[in-house]
């Protein structure tokens, strides 16, 4: 079932932090690289993380997380940004490894795509890095095309390299 979280409470703080455990572990050597404590540096980033998402992120009427939820458990989620209108940006698309290869990802994403369609003609912007070929996958599997243009990165305001950019458009009948 696809949940839309426009303010994140306590509760679902750890559902999410559990989701992306995996790229806040990666995170650490980024943000901390003097922690050499797994542990320490996970709940540092996790912590940091949801108060970004808390304090700015969901601070914004259009920006939101979405979430897949499967029998009660989160596990999968992805933060989605209105650029201006009929234009969006999709990132952080990221599943559990407990639930990835079950097309988890792919459910979400189409549904976030099945809830704009009501509103009519839309774009959605995403990008994945060239080594990621289940994302690279998932995205084209949603309907996404390869684009040939410089990324630009929404949430951080600048342009990134070494990525595969990507877009979704849909024209309503």
């Known amino acids: 079932m696809l949940l839309k979280i426009t303010e ?3 509760e679902n703080s750890k559902k999410l932090m559990d989701i992306y455990r995996e790229s806040n572990i990666d995170n650490i050597k980024h943000f901390y ?3 050499t404590d797994m542990e ?4 540092k980033v996790e912590k940091d993380y949801v ?4 304090n700015d992120f969901l601070t914004d009427s259009d920006r939101c997380c979405y979430v897949w939820e ?3 458990i989160w596990v999968s989620a992805l933060r989605f940004y209105k650029i201006k209108d009929k234009l969006y940006y999709l990132e952080a698309l990221e599943t559990h490894p407990d639930y990835r290869k079950k097309g988890f990802a792919e459910k979400l994403i189409c549904g976030v795509i099945d809830k704009l369609k009501s509103d009519g003609d839309f774009e959605i912007k995403s990008y ?4 990621n070929i289940a994302s690279q996958m998932t995205h084209e599997k949603c309907g996404f095309k390869r684009i040939e243009e410089r990324v630009f990165n929404y949430s951080i305001n600048e342009y990134v390299e070494n990525v595969i950019n990507y877009i979704y458009s849909y024209e309503a009948h």
């Not at 320490?40 to 709940?43: A, Q």
């Not at 108060?51 to 808390?54: G, P, Q, R, S, T």
């Not at 994945?128 to 080594?131: L, N």
């Open 8 to 10: 994140l409470v306590d």
């Open 33 to 35: 690289p003097k922690i």
């Open 40 to 43: 320490i540096g996970r709940r």
């Open 51 to 54: 108060n970004y998402l808390k």
């Open 70 to 72: 499967e029998n009660g």
């Open 128 to 131: 994945t890095g060239k080594k």
